[in-house]
């Protein structure tokens, strides 16, 4: 049988009610897997500390990368088991960290704990551990409800029901069904990032990424501030419809003067459907002042994206 590493970093799924709310558990966790050991032959680590995954930090995506980084060629492949707050992050940065290695690298986690009546720990579990011995993919990808998703088209659509997980730019992978999975667009799952070279990086986990999202009012008078006082690296902005801005000459001066220093700073529509350009005078005077343009890209994959090329 073939072996597998199955990583529990912390979140929902394994949470108990404690005297200030839920809070990870490792006995949960534990006991729900064993129940797996017929169908699978694994080894088990779980993160010490377990994190809400709202608390998640660079560090901890380092320590995530170099642990399977370190031990990969040990198994056949990986299952990570992780909160739902920050899942599409994790995917979208293991995506791009460990493009290098081929190995099935699965994510999952519960919308509800595994000892609530109405979890949905179980099937998520089941469905991840199908898709880990099953199916002969090498991509990072996430099992969630009735979807598989790619790692990097993945974002939070639903902090309630089972489908908390949704791809916004593209169709899903594959959907699970009483009958089981049914891939349907197998091409994308070979394929990698066109401008992203398959070599091996560490996280600096000393950057720093502004993300700023624009409202109507004074808000762009207080992201111009932060933008030349705050010492980041980068910023993302989340504009709105196609990419356009207030008509704001002091943001744009900002802008100017960010970019001018070596920073880069993209431009990322609110809108999840459509696409971006620059046909609006607004849009135009931001790309003028050296911002470019994300595309059709999830907020988590830009941020990942961002720091493997500054890493």
């Known amino acids: ?11 929902t799924i394994g949470m108990k009610m404690g005297e200030q709310g839920l809070a990870p558990d490792r006995d949960t966790v534990i006991h729900a897997l064993d129940g797996f050991k017929s169908q699978m032959d694994f080894d088990l680590h779980l993160c010490d500390p377990l994190i809400d995954s709202s608390a998640i930090t660079l ?16 198994y056949m492949g990986v299952l990570v088991i992780h909160g739902t707050d920050t899942l599409a992050y994790t995917a979208s940065i293991l995506t791009f960290f460990l493009q290098d290695i081929a190995k099935k690298i699965v994510l999952t986690g519960a919308q509800y704990p595994l000892g609530h009546p109405n979890s949905d720990g179980l099937i998520n579990l089941q469905r991840a551990i199908d898709v880990l011995i099953k199916t002969d993919i090498q991509d990072v990808l996430i099992v969630f409800g009735d979807k598989l998703l790619k790692g990097t088209d993945a974002t939070k659509v639903d902090t309630v029901s089972y489908g908390a997980f949704d ?4 169709s899903p992978l594959g959907i699970f069904s009483e009958e089981g999975l049914l891939l349907t667009d197998q091409n994308r799952l070979i394929q990698k990032p066109d401008d992203i070279l398959a070599q091996p990086k560490k996280l600096n986990v000393q950057l720093k990424i502004a993300t700023y999202i624009l409202t109507p009012g004074i808000n762009s008078t207080l992201i111009a501030h932060s933008l030349l006082n705050e010492p980041t690296h980068a910023a993302i902005l989340l504009s709105f419809g196609n990419g356009n801005i207030p008509q704001s000459p002091v943001l744009i001066q900002a802008i100017t003067q960010y970019t001018q220093t070596g920073r880069v700073l993209m431009n990322k529509s609110q809108v999840f459907k459509g ?5 609006y005078a607004q849009s135009s005077a931001l790309y003028q002042a050296g911002a470019k343009m994300a595309g059709n890209v999830t907020l988590e994959a830009l941020m990942a994206k961002l720091l493997f090329e500054l890493s």
């Open 1 to 11: 049988m073939a072996r597998f590493l199955v990583i529990y970093t912390g979140g």
């Open 59 to 74: 560090q901890h995506w380092f320590d995530l990368i170099e642990l399977i980084r370190e031990c990969h060629q040990q």
């Open 167 to 170: 791809a916004v730019f593209e």
């Open 275 to 279: 696409v971006m350009n620059d046909v």
